[in-house]
């Protein structure tokens, strides 16, 4: 989160742990199941992910939650969608991973809060900017080559 | 919530508690902060979420790493690893936006305009754990 619209001056950075650090765990930690819904009945084949109060740290900024610096508590809620439509995307490194999907764009509604502080994101679609998303299904480790 | 492209790596390491340690706290945090601010944050969402995964056996990252840094993530684009734990099949999805929205001083009351950048994913399904054996969860990248 950013005071400037060129995102040079940041001055919160909401984020899981890296547990162990720094080799571990990335920014990931369990979520409830029922949070993610394929929106097919909706008229439009979208997928959306909904998460209620995740509890995680401001870091203040990247650069100090990478050197797993000082943090407080905060927790997030948010609602994500990735619409419908899209092109397809099928990415294979030959070795780890395989992804086949598509690249589509998605929008956000989020807020978040903390002690002396909170935020509500603007959802209107004119304010937001898809740089990248993707949706589909993938397979990696002993699951990239197996067959079941 | 996203590490921007020009990001240059730091050195150095402060150290802090980690996420389990520090859960066992919140509920204090909670309180002091809803009767500082008046702000309702004793939701009922709170203690199922963190037993809900208190109960996770742990899912293995991936294992690349983001350029040379010891950091088992992929930044999201068209030719990358989207997920970031391996022995997985499943369903994923991944969005690098950006937005803007309003941030609030609670003990003022105070609004400032302020700019976002997010990397948000989730991975649904089947994963083998640190334990060797299968399991059905879903997990989120924030």
């Not at chain 1, 948010?78 to 086949?100: I, S």
């Not at chain 2, 909670?30 to 969402?45: C, F, K, M, N, R």
């Amino acid at each position: 989160m950013f005071s400037d619209e060129s995102r040079h001056n940041q001055i919160h950075d909401f984020n899981l742990d890296i547990r162990p650090f720094p080799s571990g765990l990335f920014w990931t930690n369990r979520v409830p199941n029922s949070g993610v819904h394929a929106e097919e009945d909706e008229g439009e084949a979208g997928v959306s992910w909904h998460v209620k109060n995740l509890a995680l740290f401001d870091y203040f900024s990247v650069a100090n939650a990478l050197v797993d610096g000082n943090s407080i508590d905060a927790m997030v809620s948010y609602r994500l969608r990735w619409a419908g439509d899209g092109t397809p995307l099928t990415v294979d490194d030959g070795k780890n991973f395989h992804f086949e999907g598509r690249r589509t764009t998605a929008t956000i509604a989020w807020s978040a809060h903390e002690a002396g502080f909170s935020f509500r994101s603007d959802p209107s679609p004119s304010t937001q900017h898809t740089n990248f998303a993707q949706v589909g299904e993938e397979r990696n480790g002993v699951f990239y080559s197996a067959d079941d | 919530m996203r590490i921007p492209d020009q990001f240059v790596m730091p050195t150095g390491y402060v150290g802090h508690s980690h996420f389990w340690e520090r859960a066992m706290s919140r509920r204090q945090f909670i309180g002091t902060t809803a009767a500082a601010g008046g702000v309702a944050l004793s939701s009922p969402l709170w203690a199922p979420l963190l037993a809900e995964a208190g109960g996770t056996v742990e899912p293995k990252p991936i294992p690349q790493t983001f350029d040379g840094s010891p950091f088992h993530f992929q930044f999201l684009t068209p030719t990358t690893e989207p997920s970031s734990i391996t022995d997985f099949r499943g369903v994923i999805g991944g969005a690098d936006l950006t937005g803007e929205g309003w941030g609030t001083d609670t003990a003022t009351g105070e609004t400032t305009h302020m700019f976002t950048a997010v990397d948000n994913r989730f991975m649904k399904g089947t994963y083998v754990g640190v334990d060797g054996r299968r399991h059905e969860a879903t997990f989120g990248f924030v």
